[in-house]
């Protein structure tokens, strides 16, 4: 059973910068699609970034070019660069793993949670103004 655990998150001021790291037990799993989502109580899961097999990135249009994902294939584990941190990017932070199967997809990765089969625990991130 894959095991995926993030970590990271905490407070920060806006404009401040954070890294979240997530910890997939099987390598299978993190070189093929992985994605970070975020919720807010009330409001359904989002799709924040994704990386596909091929190392292709997809972004949400709220994050682009403040966010990045990154991925250390020897350590196992996916990264979250956030940036310039807004009010608005305050959110649980779920790291997810679709499967060990090859992933591509001409246009990028879907940010679409139901495409994820194996998550994490969720880790908050608070942004004050």
């Known amino acids: 059973q894959v095991q995926v655990v993030e970590s990271g998150g905490g407070s920060v001021q806006a404009g401040g910068s954070l890294r979240l790291s997530c910890a997939v037990s099987?390598?299978?799993?993190?070189?093929?699609?992985v994605g970070w989502f975020r919720q807010v109580p009330g409001k359904e899961r989002e799709g924040v970034a994704a990386s596909d097999s091929d190392g292709r990135t997809s972004y949400a249009d709220s994050v682009k070019g403040r966010f990045t994902i990154s991925r250390d294939n020897l350590k196992n584990i996916l990264y979250l660069q956030m940036n310039n941190m807004k009010a608005e990017d305050s959110a649980m932070y779920y790291c997810?793993?679709?499967?060990?199967?090859?992933?591509?997809?001409?246009?990028?990765?879907?940010?679409?949670?139901?495409?994820?089969?194996?998550w994490g625990q969720g880790t908050q991130v608070t942004v004050s103004s």
């Open positions: 997810a793993a679709r499967g060990p199967v090859y992933c591509v997809r001409s246009s990028g990765p879907r940010l679409v949670p139901s495409e994820y089969n194996y």
């Open positions: 099987q390598t299978a799993y993190l070189r093929n699609c």
